[in-house]
């Protein structure tokens, strides 16, 4: 009878324990998170008003209720970063945000509503707001690149590897319909075209030309090339 009696005691505790534990937690999933209640990792530059601002996070809001997931996507793309994992923690009571930011490679911009952007862009061609840069002063690019647009990313990337063993690149420009024209240090000027035109031989195109030219040891100084037809690339020399 004595060891039921205990036995029927614990288990009453361990009721007790096992009901205040989960009206605890509860009252934590119910509570509001308040801007002191969310902490960044990974970029001391981004504040909690960048946050909220980029994405449809809304303070004081309960724990329960954030979407974490929406908002995850929501500054992934707002605020160019490379990961993002948002977390509701109970103990210690918070939203613990974990950033990693993008590396700028060179300098950008791009037009929004009719309005300059200034900007960087990361080797794989996303666009960064100068905002989300730390200590953009001491930064110092070769390239530029002027017209930048969301679907340009990967032709970006794919140009700025092709020329990263050489210095000669200095801007990429994309025009309003799309039209790419680069300057660079060795043909001034080239008219590329259209991106969905062969981009990859066009490249390579670039750089053959340009060691025949070395290895002919030609003098002339290159005004411009003309590559916009592939089986047809033109060069303008400079006539004195």
């Not at 974490?68 to 977390?87: V, W």
């Not at 062969?198 to 290159?222: C, G, W, Y």
């Amino acid at each position: 009878m004595k060891i039921k009696k205990i036995y029927g005691i614990e288990k009453l505790i361990l009721c007790g324990i096992f009901f205040a534990i989960t009206n605890i937690l509860t009252m934590h999933l119910f509570k509001k998170v308040d801007f002191k209640d969310v902490y960044i990792n990974g970029a001391d530059f981004i504040t909690v008003n960048d946050i909220t601002e980029n994405s449809s996070l809304q303070l004081p809001s309960k724990l329960i209720f954030i979407k974490t997931k929406l908002i995850e996507k929501e500054l992934k793309q707002n605020i160019s970063l490379s990961q993002i994992s948002i977390n509701r923690q109970i103990f210690p009571f918070g939203l613990i945000i974990n950033l990693q930011t993008r590396t700028p490679v060179a300098f950008a911009e791009r037009e929004e509503n009719g309005i300059k952007i200034k900007g960087f862009i990361d080797k794989d061609g996303f666009f960064i707001k100068q905002k989300y840069i730390p200590e953009r002063e001491k930064l110092i690019f070769p390239i530029k690149i002027l017209g930048w647009r969301r679907d340009f990313k990967k032709f970006i990337s794919l140009t700025i590897r092709t020329y990263k063993a050489t210095n000669d690149l200095e801007a990429i420009k994309i025009s309003s319909d799309g039209f790419i024209i680069f300057e660079e240090k060795f043909f001034k000027k080239i008219f590329f075209g259209f991106k969905n035109q062969a981009i990859e031989e066009k490249l390579n195109l670039i750089f053959d030309i340009k060691e025949q030219f070395k290895k002919q040891k030609i003098s002339k100084k290159i005004k411009s090339l003309d590559i916009t037809d592939l089986s047809n690339p033109k060069i303008k020399v400079f006539i004195p």
